[in-house]
């Protein structure tokens, strides 16, 4: 299994609601990622997780709250979203976070639109 | 700090024509090298990586030598498909500040290949 998967494939929230994307891999990988991506953009990084714990927030604003339950799942919570955070969130995982070149699995993104 | 530039695109072929996307990068430290491909509506796929000066990654007929004198890792491909037809990335991976592995794309290239 090389998959990295992601719930819910689409999601449309109003700025009051709150919400959950969620990644899950079981390829015993120790490190997992949040990256956001906007149309025709790159993706840009938001959080690392590394053996379950959060080893980089690239300042994101606490509107977004990642959390870690286990070394399989990572779990993005969402609250009072501007329109301008709609996007397509990706999870990735990796076999470490420390070693270079190692190579990063991806999965198909959440497409979020903040109405 | 750490980044990647890529040939601007949209870049437009025939079905059979050689294919480069240009694409250099800028680091302190001695990075590892990734192509990456986003076929539309989907996540990223690793297409090749290389990890150390003069490697050469390789994948589905798509080459890029990891050049150090000109820090480059141009994307190659001798015959291109319908089916090759993505937006392309370029990316390096160096540890962070905080000791976990960073991801840095490129802008991305748009490849369409016509029949």
């Known amino acids: 299994d090389t998959e990295v998967t992601q719930t819910p494939k689409h999601l449309v929230m109003g700025m009051t609601n709150k919400k959950s994307l969620k990644c899950e891999q079981h390829?015993?990988?120790?490190?997992m990622y949040w990256y956001k991506q906007k149309a025709k953009k790159p993706p840009e990084l938001m959080f690392v997780y590394s053996y379950e714990k959060l080893s980089i927030n690239e300042s994101v604003p606490s509107r977004f709250s990642p959390e870690c339950p286990n070394s399989s799942l990572l779990n993005l919570h969402l609250h009072a979203l501007q329109p301008e955070d709609s996007a397509l969130y990706l999870c990735?995982?990796?076999?470490?976070?420390f070693g270079v070149g190692t190579e990063a699995f991806f999965g198909q993104g959440t497409r979020l639109t903040v109405v | 700090g750490d980044s990647v530039t890529q040939m601007e695109g949209p870049v437009t072929l025939s079905e059979e024509a050689f294919l480069t996307i240009n694409c250099t990068y800028t680091a302190t430290g001695y990075p590892s090298l990734f192509w990456y491909v986003q076929y539309p509506g989907e996540g990223l796929q690793l297409l090749l990586k290389a990890t150390k000066a003069d490697d050469k990654g390789s994948n589905k007929g798509f080459e890029a030598t990891y050049r150090k004198e000109t820090t480059s890792f141009h994307l190659e491909k001798g015959s291109v498909q319908v089916s090759d037809s993505a937006v392309y990335f370029c990316?390096?991976?160096?540890?962070?500040?905080?000791?976990?592995?960073?991801?840095?794309f490129g802008q991305g290239t748009r490849l369409t290949i016509n029949p």
């Open positions: 990316a390096l991976s160096d540890l962070g500040i905080q000791g976990a592995q960073k991801l840095v």
């Open positions: 990735a995982s990796s076999q470490e976070s």
């Open positions: 390829m015993g990988h120790r490190a």
